[in-house]
């Protein structure tokens, strides 16, 4: 299906209103980062008993768009200064990478009965896309795979703000928010070159080519101080949601029977990412004390989309969650095939 043609109007009326019904249900409940957790979830439920949800391919890039800015919005002189600490945070994350993804790979072999490519394949901390083109090139459990990797990805998304609430005083609510708001001027120039930039990078294959875009100019501009102040609160709420519906949307057609397949690789693999995750964190903490809410979002192997969302809605440093971010996917692109054989075995 061309992802560019928009959906029939009630598929897409239907999938935001749940989503936004997912938000503010979220909000009631007090439930952390609900604007982004709350769509997640509930869209999820949605398309598992058999509702077609679905966002287009232009709303999604404009959502990526307004992320992006908002993350470039925090950068300042003072955040760029603190990177040479960043080294060895980036050490720490390569180590939290390989445990999760040879541990995990290991695990779902002698646990799970997955043959080694699969388990390697399913194992891979993040890198959705490119991890599925693998997939599809290899002799490989192509379904398993995506809907566990899925998985991973919605249950990060629900757990880390929860880690942040317990190991933090965070305030995850979004109630407190900062009273510096960019011009509508200066937000209309930086999304237009943002939307132009993202373009360009596009046809480079970047991932997230639109967030990194407007993350970029965002960055460079708010860094020179030309563009003072955040992004307003009525164009980063709806850019959550957004954000959280779209990833509710991956399990639109997947039965309860591929679930319960993917679900218990999931949770073995999800529960090797916290537990590495928060290992991480905790010790570059102690080593070179970072703030635990940077660390914990900046090495949480969740979609470069979603925890860059997250960055925002968390007050994080942006700069320092992109850049690891970043590093993690280009690691993984050299990496996974480092491990995979050169040729298909003969059957």
């Given at each position: 299906?061309?992802?560019w043609l928009?959906?029939d109007?009630?598929?897409?009326?239907?999938?935001l209103?749940?989503?936004?019904?997912?938000?503010?249900?979220?909000?009631?409940l007090h439930?952390?980062?609900?604007?982004l957790?709350g769509?997640?979830a509930?869209?999820?439920?949605?398309?598992?008993?058999?509702?077609?949800?679905?966002?287009?391919l232009?709303?999604r890039?404009?959502c990526?768009l307004?992320i992006?800015?908002?993350m470039?919005a925090?950068?300042?002189?003072?955040?760029?200064a603190?990177?040479?600490?960043?080294?060895?945070?980036?050490?720490?994350l390569?180590?939290a990478?390989?445990?999760?993804?040879?541990?995990g790979a290991?695990?779902?072999?002698r646990?799970?009965?997955?043959?080694?490519?699969?388990?390697?394949?399913?194992?891979?901390?993040?890198?959705?896309s490119?991890?599925?083109s693998?997939?599809?090139?290899?002799?490989s459990e192509?379904?398993?795979?995506?809907?566990?990797q899925?998985?991973?990805?919605?249950?990060?998304?629900l757990?880390?703000?929860?880690?942040?609430?317990?190991?933090?005083?965070v305030?995850?609510s979004?109630?407190a928010r900062?009273?510096a708001?960019?011009?509508?001027?200066?937000?209309?120039v930086?999304m237009?070159?943002?939307a132009?930039?993202?373009?360009?990078?596009?046809?480079?294959?970047m991932?997230?080519?639109?967030?990194m875009?407007g993350?970029?100019?965002?960055?460079?501009?708010?860094?020179?101080g030309a563009t003072?102040?955040?992004v307003p609160?009525w164009?980063?709420?709806?850019?959550?949601?957004?954000?959280?519906?779209?990833?509710?949307?991956r399990?639109?057609?997947?039965?309860?029977?591929?679930i319960?397949?993917a679900s218990?690789?999931?949770?073995?693999?999800?529960?090797?990412a916290?537990?590495?995750?928060?290992?991480a964190?905790l010790?570059?903490?102690w080593a070179?004390?970072?703030?635990?809410t940077?660390?914990?979002i900046?090495?949480?192997?969740?979609?470069?989309e979603?925890?860059?969302?997250?960055?925002?809605m968390?007050?994080?440093d942006?700069a320092?969650v992109?850049?690891?971010?970043?590093f993690?996917?280009?690691?993984?692109?050299?990496l996974?095939?480092?491990?995979?054989?050169?040729?298909?075995?003969?059957?």
């Amino acid at each position: 299906m061309n992802t560019w043609l928009p959906p029939d109007p009630a598929t897409l009326a239907t999938t935001l209103a749940v989503g936004a019904i997912g938000a503010m249900a979220a909000v009631w409940l007090h439930i952390p980062a609900p604007y982004l957790t709350g769509p997640a979830a509930l869209v999820t439920l949605a398309g598992v008993l058999g509702l077609r949800t679905r966002v287009p391919l232009p709303l999604r890039d404009g959502c990526f768009l307004v992320i992006g800015t908002s993350m470039g919005a925090g950068v300042n002189p003072e955040i760029l200064a603190a990177a040479a600490q960043w080294p060895l945070s980036l050490a720490a994350l390569a180590s939290a990478l390989l445990i999760i993804f040879l541990g995990g790979a290991t695990l779902l072999q002698r646990w799970l009965e997955f043959d080694r490519i699969s388990a390697l394949l399913a194992a891979t901390p993040g890198h959705l896309s490119y991890i599925l083109s693998l997939s599809a090139d290899t002799k490989s459990e192509l379904s398993t795979i995506t809907v566990a990797q899925s998985l991973r990805v919605l249950i990060l998304t629900l757990l880390v703000p929860l880690a942040v609430a317990l190991l933090t005083d965070v305030d995850l609510s979004m109630s407190a928010r900062p009273d510096a708001v960019m011009s509508l001027v200066h937000l209309g120039v930086i999304m237009v070159l943002a939307a132009a930039l993202g373009t360009v990078l596009k046809r480079l294959n970047m991932p997230a080519a639109f967030l990194m875009g407007g993350f970029i100019v965002s960055a460079v501009s708010h860094g020179t101080g030309a563009t003072p102040g955040l992004v307003p609160v009525w164009v980063t709420i709806p850019g959550f949601a957004i954000m959280g519906t779209l990833i509710g949307t991956r399990f639109s057609g997947i039965s309860l029977a591929q679930i319960r397949r993917a679900s218990g690789a999931a949770a073995v693999l999800t529960t090797l990412a916290l537990i590495a995750t928060v290992g991480a964190a905790l010790s570059m903490h102690w080593a070179l004390g970072l703030p635990v809410t940077n660390l914990l979002i900046a090495y949480a192997p969740g979609g470069l989309e979603t925890m860059a969302a997250m960055s925002v809605m968390l007050d994080a440093d942006p700069a320092f969650v992109a850049f690891h971010h970043a590093f993690r996917i280009l690691l993984l692109t050299f990496l996974v095939p480092a491990f995979l054989p050169r040729s298909e075995p003969e059957t």
